[in-house]
């Protein structure tokens, strides 16, 4: 199956108006989502992550840069956003300068599975929306963001692709048509979150609302269908369109489940 783009259109075409109206008419509110998070998901993030004025705070897999510059302008906190989407960043950077955040907010091109480049505890919070599933090594990922949280410092990721029943070597297939995916079996998360040393502290199942999700976004896409093609060409479209619709049929059936977990670093070292 060919590999199909998602992130490069939705970055690098970020300010046309096709764009910005499927953003919308998918989410409600437009904070550059290429995920399947909520919007009142992401209005409780930042209190589950006790974001305060004060803290300073680390998203992996920041996409377009806009929800990270949101949680800055509501809390008032200093904040890192990666990606390894070149578009994504180029497009955060672009949205901090005209936003005048530049002394709080920042973006930086980075792979997340090979390290994060910071010291040791500088993060009060960390948090990656639907972005762990794209990063191979999920363990080493979990005790880096453990080394550069500061002693009971929270982290909060989601997992869209945690596996609940049956699904065929077709669907994983077109399932996957984006880029490099991890699936794993329910607990697996909390287990690896457990033995990066970090304390679980919430779980929530928001399969549901990744159904809706899909559903709107597929929905928002087809009804713009020939403005899209003239962008994204004919297979990217349809390709993309297949993706949706084949996580509308994973997750309504539940045979795909979609995870928020919240952690807190334990202060006591792992093994004690
Ligand atoms: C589903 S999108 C979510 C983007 C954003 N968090 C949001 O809520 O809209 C996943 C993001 O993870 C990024 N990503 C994938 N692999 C990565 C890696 N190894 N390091 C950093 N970012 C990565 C992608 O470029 C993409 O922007």
Redesign the pocket.
Known sequence: MPTVDL?DSAYGNYEEDVYRQIRIATYGEDF????W?TNDESSEIPQLLAVTPNSHTLE?????GR?ALQIAETTGCSIVG????EA?IRNAKALVNARGLSGRVFFEH????EGLPFRHASFDAAFA???IC??PRRLSLLLEVFRVLKPLGRLLFSDALVIGGAISHEEIATRSSIGYYLFTPPGHNEELIRKAGFRLLRVSDTTANTTRIAMRWRDARDSRRDELIAVEGEPNFDGLQQFLSCVCALNSERRLLRYVYLAEKDPVPVGD
């Open positions: 992130y550059g989502q290429t995920s998070v992996i897999g920041c996409g377009s929800y990666l990606d390894v989407n994504g980075c792979d997340a599975s929306n639907d972005v794209h990063i």
